[in-house]
């Protein structure tokens, strides 16, 4: 079996990843000059629109057998899986010494992207599609044009393999030590009972081939979705029809507000993901995907400790809520709960010994005005 040598990818991503996409803020007119500047190692073609009618792309490369579908930006306002994406595309035209593992993808797989399948959210930064739908909810119902457009492609294309990318909310956490989830996964469930179908099983093992290589570069900050059946997620759906589709969550290292951690370690979770892939003998037990821990909601980006809150002793914890303003992405403060934090962990931890507040309100004002 061939590995990657995911030291010198991670330097060939320092070097080399797209510097013009580092801002969370991604919108379609920021990518369009990549898409009218490709090599011709891949093929663009316009599928369709938006419901306010900005365009939406699929971008293929590779002639191998197997098919593998990919989209990203399903949620207008989760940008780490495209600009991984573009990264991923610049390494494709200029590997380096990882051209065997480039050349390798091409050859074994055909990949039929989708970069930013929900361009009107991203322009608006919102999760929703601009009717307001989740689109990752949408796969029954179909009420959104990007929804039937994906569906549209998963008929015509067939893939054995789909990745669904996402990023998640800085609060999922890994145990010991509540750590954040700086990448989390999932195998989507088929039914209520979690059944391990054969399907099920080949994209496990693809996520337990992936989380060995990037516990590399991000040692014990990888989590496992819950695989409760969520009967309307894109997902389970997918999975259920036959298409072994992998969920990817791009998450917060601490201090890491641009994301560049989870971003670098989405490219080489791709990688190794096609590499698997494309390997003819898939040797790996399904069982290891069992062996990441599951994600926990306790990070926050800040707590205050002993604090005096209506004349009783608590924590007070902070989440940042991001707001798209005047083209810029900021970050406000809110409380996001009140209590004993004893067991939460967060970017910041600060001593609130001396506060006395009146009451909640009074909290939330003080937040406001100490940390925007
Ligand atoms: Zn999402």
Request: hydrophobic share 35%; aromatic share 10%; proline share 3%.
């Amino acid at each position: 079996m061939i590995q990657i040598d995911i030291e010198k990818l991670s330097e060939w991503h320092d070097l080399h990843h797209e510097k013009k996409l580092e801002k969370r803020y991604l919108t379609l007119k920021q990518i369009q000059p990549f898409l009218s500047g490709l090599d011709n190692l891949f093929k663009l073609n316009k599928i369709g629109e938006s419901f306010e009618g900005r365009d939406i792309y699929e971008l293929i490369f590779g002639a191998g057998t197997t098919s593998v579908f990919l989209w990203t930006q399903m949620h207008g306002n989760e940008s780490t899986g495209t600009r991984a994406f573009f990264d991923l595309i610049k390494f494709f035209t200029e590997p380096g010494e990882h051209k065997w593992l480039a050349d390798h993808i091409l050859k074994e797989c055909t990949v039929y992207c989708i970069p930013i399948l929900n361009p009107d959210g991203a322009e608006a930064y919102t999760r929703v599609n601009a009717q307001g739908i989740d689109l990752n909810r949408d796969v029954l119902e179909v009420k959104a044009p990007e929804s039937k457009l994906l569906q549209e492609m998963l008929k015509k294309i067939n893939p054995q393999y789909c990745f669904n990318l996402h990023d998640q909310r800085t609060i999922f956490s890994v145990a010991p030590g509540h750590t954040t989830a700086t990448m989390s996964f999932l195998a989507p469930s088929v039914d209520q009972d979690r059944t391990l179908t054969e399907g099920r099983k080949e994209t496990m093992r693809v996520i337990a081939s992936i989380n060995e290589v990037i516990q590399q570069v991000i040692p014990g900050r990888i989590g496992r979705y819950t695989d409760e059946f969520y009967p309307t997620a894109t997902g389970d759906n997918f999975q259920k029809m036959g298409h072994n589709t992998i969920l990817i969550e791009s998450g917060h290292s601490k201090g890491d507000y641009k994301r560049k951690e989870s971003r670098r370690a989405t490219f080489l979770a791709l990688l190794e993901g096609l590499r698997y892939i494309g390997q003819k003998d898939k040797q790996i037990d399904h069982s290891k995907y069992f062996t990441i821990p599951g994600n926990e909601k306790k990070y926050l980006d800040i707590i205050v400790k002993n604090s005096m809150i209506a004349g009783k002793k608590s924590d007070f914890g902070i989440l940042y809520i991001e707001k798209l303003q005047d083209g810029v992405i900021v970050f406000d403060p809110s409380i996001d709960q009140i209590g004993d934090l004893t067991d939460f962990n967060a970017d910041k931890i600060i001593d609130g010994e001396g506060l006395d507040f009146v009451n909640e309100n009074d909290v939330e004002n003080w937040t406001k005005n100490r940390f925007n």
